[in-house]
């Protein structure tokens, strides 16, 4: 009896952590690069076992043969991959934004290496970035997202695969939403990139012999900086509500 318990309970254990490590594995802030394994395994098995106490009751027994248990454990992390990739692709849209601001304010080539991104990218993405993280954890978000990976069960129930018709236009949602924020945080620089290539290729037909471009580059960059100091606040605060509400859809509110 004591052995089929403990089997039956490893078997629930390891069903939940199919899901719940997936989500680790991919989610923004515990699922950057430069966190630990260790840690970040850590993390996984201890929330796995605190779900697994209220799951338990509706979680399948056994499965009969290996087919089945393939079928299982490839549910659970196609559901753990759609979670995490949704909430990578809410702060990807911070990595859009900061290229694009780049590219307008004359910064694309100074290169960055972004933790986010594990490559090389534009400074104002990798900063955007970082700073999305932190306000992920000091708005405690990150408590939003745990209770969203419990209320996950109740929203794609185990052992049942979700419609792959409605599961396409909910990651087509999630891309389109992450362009959609990156091209609204961006859309100050490119008014004013906009406006200032305009005013510099006038001067330039008005004065061809002086090197107008080269001459405009500083103050490009110093007025970019001045409209970034006053907009990454409101961008910071627009892209926490987009990822708030991303966390929203998996509570079922």
Do not use: C
């Not at 027994?61 to 559901?79: A, Y």
């Not at 700073?131 to 052992?159: C, K, N, R």
């Not at 007025?223 to 605060?237: E, K, N, Q, R, Y």
């Not at 929203?248 to 509110?253: A, I, K, P, R, V």
């Amino acid at each position: 009896m004591l052995e089929e318990y403990l089997t039956t309970n490893i078997f629930a254990f390891l069903l939940v952590f199919a899901r719940i490590g997936t989500l680790f594995m991919v989610v923004p802030g515990f699922g950057e690069g430069f966190v630990s394994p260790r840690v970040r395994l850590s993390i996984a098995l201890a929330v796995s076992f605190l779900i697994m106490q209220f799951v338990q009751d509706r979680l399948p027994g056994e499965p009969s043969n290996v087919f089945e248990l393939l079928l299982l454990l490839g549910s659970e992390i196609i559901i753990g991959l759609l979670i995490g990739g949704a909430l990578r692709m809410a702060i990807s849209a911070l990595h859009i934004g900061g290229t694009i601001i780049a590219q307008q304010s004359g910064l694309a080539a100074a290169q960055f290496f972004d933790p986010g991104q594990m490559t090389q990218g534009a400074i104002t993405s990798s900063f955007l970035t970082l700073m999305g993280i932190t306000m992920i954890f000091v708005t405690d978000l990150h408590h939003l997202f745990l209770q969203g990976a419990y209320a996950s069960y109740e929203l794609f129930p185990v052992y049942q695969l979700p419609p792959f018709g409605d599961l396409a236009d909910l990651v087509a949602g999630f891309v389109a939403g992450s362009f959609k924020l990156g091209f609204q945080i961006s859309a100050p620089f490119l008014v004013y990139g906009l406006t200032f290539y305009i005013g510099v290729g006038l001067i330039n037909r008005l004065m061809p012999q002086v090197q107008i471009f080269f001459v405009a580059m500083p103050l490009q960059i110093i007025l970019a900086f001045a409209i970034f100091a006053i907009t990454v606040g409101a961008s910071i605060m627009w892209f926490i509500n987009y990822y708030e509400e991303t966390l929203m859809q998996f509570l079922g509110t």
